[in-house]
């Protein structure tokens, strides 16, 4: 009995399915009116006809709808947007399979692949990578998020108990404004014509500070700011290959082995007050960097007063992640292969790594001038890295090179201490920057 039902039922669909087909050929010969018409409008609204009565056949529908495949896109000359594809697929790759800074190449991997599949129109002012943008990067709202997260993540302490790491921080500036000079003396080369403007958005990635980049490049170089942000989220990312090196090439094997004192302890005044204080500070002489450092001072100090804890593990949990996943996908966006693929990328790519270079040294550099001054109570230079702004990995960083050497010494809450400093410092670089050229 039960063959016999599931017998009519395929011999009712085979029939369904005839008579579908014999609707369509009766359609496309014309001369079909009621239902068949509906079913010519159909065909030619999806092959994009300009008028609902035209005929299409079955051999014109078919080239219609093989001309708009991505793959006769890559063939008809699109090939950047394969490309763009290959560079998604490593992206995520470095993400998931080498754990650089998944939270950060996974959605910016993701959008570089949605924004460069052809015909797609995820960009568009519709799409939906086009809507994150314009209602997310354009406005500054999703960078000021994650500076409000960061403030409640970050904790003050070790800076307010060692007041000398904050020299790092500005120290590890040095990266910002030397690729300034670098990115002017590269406009003397053949195929590079930036204005100061655009080499003043180039030289922020030195600060390892994407939120801050993003901010700087929108305003003063919006056509370079996904190969901007790419740079500075990416370097962020490789934090673990790129600062080792610079480390171990600018240290020698005694000093790796300083061991620094126990901070004194921080009250709860002290790390209430601070926050205001840089606000207060900040919009006394830098009111350009006020959003920036307004944003990170509320999320601290909503952190620290503990009267709002609900609101604290908002910004440190939900807030944090959902704004991390549309900047992702908003940065992937400018991953687009017009936009990416040419000369002035690779000029970017590689004045960022500069930049970023230049940061970690200076930080290291400038530990071993305050060693030379003060003698008596050494820094490790190995936390003068953490002083850039790629929070907190920097720090790890410089903890877990200095465990390779003497795995009895901690310095995780003295490299946070720069690493902090490092956060503001680069809020305030970025403050200059703006207040210069706005």
């Known amino acids: 009995m039960r063959r016999t039902w599931i017998g009519r039922r395929w011999g009712l669909g085979v029939c369904v399915a005839l008579a579908l ?65 290959g560079i998604g697929l490593l992206l995520l790759y470095l993400g998931v399979g080498k754990d650089f800074e998944p939270l950060l190449l996974v959605p910016i991997g993701f959008g570089c692949l949605l924004v460069n599949a052809p015909f797609a129109g995820m960009a568009s002012e519709h799409g939906l990578l086009g809507i994150i943008y314009n209602a997310g990067i354009e406005n500054d709202l999703l960078p000021l998020l994650i500076f409000m997260g960061i403030g409640a993540m970050s904790d003050f302490s070790p800076l307010l108990g060692s007041p000398r790491v904050v020299l790092l921080g500005a120290a590890a500036q040095f990266g910002v404004f030397g690729t300034l000079l670098g990115v002017v003396a590269l406009n003397n080369l053949p195929g590079f014509d930036f204005s100061l403007k655009e080499a003043s958005a180039i030289a922020i990635i030195g600060a390892a500070d994407g939120p801050t980049s993003i901010v700087v490049g929108r305003r003063f170089a919006p056509d370079m700011m996904g190969s901007i942000a790419v740079a500075a989220y990416s370097y962020m990312a490789l934090v673990p290959l790129i600062q080792p090196p610079i480390m171990r090439l600018l240290t020698t094997p005694r000093e790796r082995l300083i061991r620094m004192g126990q901070e004194r302890e921080v009250t709860r005044l002290e790390r209430l007050l601070f926050p205001i204080l840089i606000l207060l500070v900040c919009i006394v002489f830098l009111p350009a960097a006020v959003p920036l450092m307004g944003s990170l001072a509320l999320g601290n100090f909503i952190r620290e007063c503990g009267a709002v804890e609900r609101l604290s593990n908002a910004m440190q949990n939900e807030i944090m992640n959902v704004a991390t996943i549309l900047l992702g996908l908003g940065v992937g966006m400018q991953l687009e292969a017009t936009k990416f693929l040419r000369p002035a990328t690779l000029g970017i790519i590689g004045i960022g790594l500069m930049a970023f270079a230049l940061g970690t040294a200076g930080g290291v550099i400038f530990a071993k001038v305050m060693n030379w001054i003060s003698p008596r109570n050494p820094i490790n230079p190995l936390i003068g890295s953490a002083g850039v702004s790629a929070f907190p990995m920097a720090a790890r960083v410089s903890t877990r090179l200095a465990l390779e050497y003497d795995p009895q010494n901690v310095l995780l809450m003295h490299a946070m201490g720069a690493n902090v400093a490092g956060q503001i410092g680069s809020i305030v670089a970025g403050g200059v920057i703006l207040a210069l050229f706005s």
């Open 21 to 85: 087909v014999a609707g369509l050929a009766l359609a496309v010969d014309g001369d079909v009116a009621g239902a068949g018409a509906s079913t010519v409008e159909a065909v030619t609204a999806t092959a994009g006809a300009s008028a609902l009565d035209e005929g299409v056949s079955l051999r014109e529908g078919m080239d219609r709808i093989a001309q708009t495949t991505g793959l006769a896109a890559f063939l008809d000359g699109q090939w950047g947007a394969a490309i763009m594809l």
